[in-house]
């Protein structure tokens, strides 16, 4: 089975603090991929990459970087926290661009 | 801009009957379609995926999809309390950059 594994469950930290949210998976997927998910708003798609150290910007970049050093591991950035970036992080891998598998998810709280 | 709707419900369905989970989508080019289960608190878990028109069916889930109407539903037979979830409907094109559209999600409610 595919595994997709995040650094944390949850997370609190505070306004202007630099926060790394790590993934990893395990099946040798080449695509990978950042939301966040917030009530109403439903997965807004963040960066997303296709090959160790590429990246592509999702529909709301703002705030956010990630970085893609080895195939297994995509992590998300956020270079000065601020409280409009509380929400749920999730993260997803797929062989194909399509069939997607999704970590467990961290909830960040940034106060 | 390319959308995916579904009604937010919650759609409430008595135990053992059929729950039926409706999406449409608006690029006549989309390919690929996904229904994913979510329970409170947790991250989606893909349940379906479809490619062609008509039904497939995997125990007592069914996708079934019109093209022509922009149509993709799900529907669970002999529906029960384990299946009250947010069902996410997701879609996508014909090609490597297209991007998974994902629809907000129904909640639905099997009622013991």
């Known amino acids: 089975d595919v595994k997709v594994t995040q650094s944390s469950r949850y997370l609190v930290k505070r306004t202007g603090e630099k926060v790394f949210l790590e993934c990893v998976q395990d099946?040798?997927?080449?695509?990978m991929f950042w939301y966040r998910q917030d009530p109403g708003l439903g997965l807004r798609l963040i960066y997303f990459?296709?090959?160790?150290?590429?990246?592509e910007k999702g529909d709301i970049p703002e705030g956010y970087s990630v970085s893609r050093e080895k195939k297994e591991r995509f992590s998300l950035i956020l270079e000065s926290a601020s409280t409009n970036q509380t929400s749920m992080y999730l993260c997803?891998?797929?062989?194909?661009?399509?069939?997607?598998?999704f970590g467990p998810g961290t909830r960040l709280t940034v106060l | 801009q390319k959308e995916v709707e579904q009604n937010s419900g919650p759609l409430s369905v008595p135990e053992g009957a059929i729950a039926s989970l409706n999406c449409t989508y608006s690029?006549?080019?989309?390919?690929?379609f996904f229904w994913y289960r979510q329970y409170s608190g947790k991250s989606p878990e893909l349940i379906m995926f479809?490619?062609?028109?008509g039904d497939k069916e995997d125990g007592r889930f069914t996708a079934q999809l019109n093209k022509a109407s922009q149509y993709v539903s799900l529907l669970i037979r002999d529906s029960q309390p384990s299946d009250s979830a947010t069902y996410l409907c997701?879609?996508?094109?014909?090609?490597?950059?297209?991007?998974?559209?994902f629809g907000k999600g129904t909640r639905l409610h099997i009622l013991p």
């Open positions: 997701a879609v996508s094109g014909p090609n490597r950059d297209d991007k998974i559209i």
């Open positions: 099946m040798d997927h080449e695509n």
């Open positions: 690029d006549r080019g989309s390919q690929s």
């Open positions: 997803a891998s797929s062989l194909d661009y399509n069939e997607q598998f």
């Open positions: 479809i490619y062609s028109n």
């Open positions: 990459s296709y090959d160790v150290k590429m990246k």
